[in-house]
Each structure stands twice: as C-alpha cells, then as structure tokens.
C-alpha cells in the first residue's frame, strides 16, 4: 500500500509547491536530531524528509497522485522489484521519459539554501523582563572569503559534467518483463549539479563555504518566556555554493528566581507576616522586578493564605506594553516564643473574645455534628 506522503507533511493533495516547502522547513525544525535526540522524532524526521523528496519532484508526485509510491522497493504488486527499476521509471517509460523530451528535470545546481540552526541561552527572570542584547558564540558555514562562494580557483570557471552533460542525472536502461525500463539517478560525479570545478579553491575545496566560529549580537525582546525562540533571519548557516543562509534561532532557557515564581505574565511571592501585623493591618515593601521597591497594603484582619495583588507589576507582554499582576501570598507567623508580659497580654486579650470564641466552637460543634450524621445516614444505607 502507497504511502500517505502529503499526511506525513499535514498538507492537502492540492497544495503548492511553497506550501510544501514551509511544512516540511516546520516539521524538521521541531524534529531534526540536532534539535530532538529522541529516537521516535528521528524516525519521523526521516519519514517527512522522505516525503518532501517525493513531493518537491513533479515526477514523483505524478506517481503518488497516480496510486503509486515513487520509493516502494518491494512487494509492491510487481512494480516496484529491484529488477524492475520501480514503480517510477514504470511510468516514466510510459508515458515519455524515453523521448528525453518535456519530462527531463533540470539539474539542481551547486547553489544551494544553507540549513537553519538552534542556540539556547540562558536568561534571568530580570533580563526576561527587560529584555537583552546576548553575545553569542556559534560554530556555523560561513561564506568563503577566498572564492566569495564560487568554490573555484583564481579565474578558473566551472565547467559543464562530462558524465552527465550538465543534466545532473544520468540514465539507463534495463529489462524487466514489461520490456526495457528507463531509470534516472543523480550524476555521481557532480552529484545532481550539472557541474563540475576542475579548479577548485584551495580553502573550502569548491564548496564555496567553511567552517567557522563567529559572534553573533542577539537581541532579546523584553516579556520572553521560557522555550520561547527568538528568530535571526539570514544568520544561520550558509549554503553551498554561497547559498543563501539560512536562520538562526535563539532558544529562551528562563533560570529559577529566588523569590519569584512566573506564571505566563504573573508573578507569585510568598510574604510573611506577623500575626499582630496581620490582625492590625501595615505596609509592607517588595523589591520588584521592574518597579523597584514597592509598597503593598495589608488590610487589618487579613487571613492565612489570602492573596494581595499589586495590577500591573508583574512581566511585561511580550510586543505589547501591557504587563501582568504581582500576587502576594500572605504567610502568617504565630510566635511560638513569648516572655511572661506577652504572655500575659494574649490572656487578656483571650477573656475579652470568649464570647466570639464561645460562637465560633459551636458553629463549629454543629457542623461536625452535621457531618457525622450524613456518614452515618451513607453508611447506614449500604
């Protein structure tokens, strides 16, 4: 059975070549062994790489559209047999691969796009909140400065592949039960560019690039998030050729903060109160982030566990001069040292709240009751 190859890449049957293309430059971002080790997204690398081989190949795709499967290498009703050049050359025998005429694929060249790459870094909540220029350091394809992308020697030229005659494939012919089979592969002397450099320059070896270590100045946006990916355009790795390059993308790792816990555009801290201050009401200060210290109200009578909440103090929306909150969780500390004058003035201050007291025990003596009869009452009925 011929493979789904446009669900391997969550297109329709009838996109464009362009909406080919992005899918597959999405998925392999999130799935290439560089960026996901894992062996179940390197399996799936492989079988979207696999498709988009065979969508981005007018012939290819013909076939898949046709009920067939351009890559199938055995089983595959008696097509597709290594004897038999597979299911494609079939095809391209059939219906004019032989003439040379309308169907011949042009050769790919040697310039070629470079590859995007990934770099994490780490940012403190601070520099998330503010935003940050980093000085990265990256191991990249850079332009050759000897050859400016040419790959050649001095004034040497490229010159057309004497195997393939600039086609950048060559064929041949075999037998099978249908009769003779048409089959195209890639030149193997300039690998599908047509050319060939007798030349070639003495850095990079006609690849018109090398290898090299660079700095890079990437500006950080204020409100990133941890995960988040900053993108560079054109800063990634050059192609061969002196391709154009491809992106740079900038990893957020977001570090623990001390006091500060993040929750998306909120900020969660933990503030400790004396029992007194909780039962009289104060002001307290906190160093924010943004803000510096700021004063937070607490109203008398507050509770373990209430929440007080500065608007507008927390991080900064990310392309948006909105901001989040500050919430303050309120920890109230009873003293468990006391000397005999604090002692004795919790006493007094206990007799005159024995009335309170007295109302809260048994509101509190009648809902236990409460609760018991219906344990009861469920129990009783099983």
Do not use: W
């Not at 494939?169 to 047509?194: D, H, I, K, N, Y």
């Not at 290898?211 to 988040?228: H, L, S």
């Amino acid at each position: 059975m011929a493979r789904d190859y446009y669900g391997l890449l969550g297109v329709a049957k009838n996109a464009t070549d362009q909406e080919i293309k992005r899918a597959y430059r999405k998925l392999a971002r999130e799935l290439h062994p560089d960026v996901n080790p894992d062996e179940v997204a390197q399996a799936k690398f492989k079988e979207v790489s696999a498709a988009y081989e065979v969508l981005s190949d007018s012939e290819k795709r013909r076939i898949v559209d046709m009920g067939g499967d351009p890559l199938e290498s055995g089983g595959g009703g008696g097509y597709s047999g290594a004897g038999f050049g597979g299911l494609g050359d079939v095809f391209e025998a059939f219906f004019g691969g032989m003439s040379g005429s309308g169907n011949a694929r042009k050769p790919r060249g040697r310039v070629q796009p470079g590859a995007d790459s990934l770099l994490r870094t780490r940012l403190s909540l601070a520099e998330c909140a503010v935003g940050v220029t980093k000085h990265l350091t990256v191991d990249t394809a850079i332009l050759c400065d000897v050859c400016t992308g040419a790959g050649t020697n001095g004034n040497s030229k490229p010159v057309r592949c004497e195997t393939c005659g600039g086609a950048g494939e060559v064929q041949s012919v075999q037998r099978s039960f249908l009769g003779q089979v048409l089959t195209s592969r890639p030149c193997p002397t300039c690998r599908g560019a047509g050319e060939t450099i007798p030349d070639p320059c003495h850095k990079c070896g006609g690849d018109g690039r090398v290898r090299a270590r660079r700095e890079i100045a990437a500006p950080i946006p204020a409100g990133v998030a941890n995960g988040m990916r900053v993108r560079l355009a054109a800063q990634g790795e050059v192609g061969p050729g002196g391709g154009h390059a491809g992106d740079l993308y900038v990893e957020i790792v977001e570090q623990p903060h001390d006091v500060f816990v993040r929750d998306s555009d909120d900020l969660h801290c933990t503030v400790r109160l004396p029992m007194v201050d909780a039962a009289l009401g104060t002001t307290v200060v906190i160093d924010t982030i943004l803000d510096g210290p700021t004063e937070l109200t607490i109203p008398a009578g507050t509770q373990p566990g209430e929440i007080s909440v500065l608007r507008g103090h927390g991080m900064p929306r990310l392309r948006s001069g909105a901001r989040g909150d500050l919430l303050a969780h309120l920890d109230i500390v009873v003293p468990t040292k006391l000397d005999a004058k604090q002692t004795d003035l919790l006493r007094k201050y206990k007799g005159t709240r024995e009335r309170e007291r007295a109302e809260v025990m048994s509101a509190q003596s009648e809902h236990n009751s409460g609760l018991f009869a219906r344990l009861r009452a469920s129990f009783s009925g099983r």
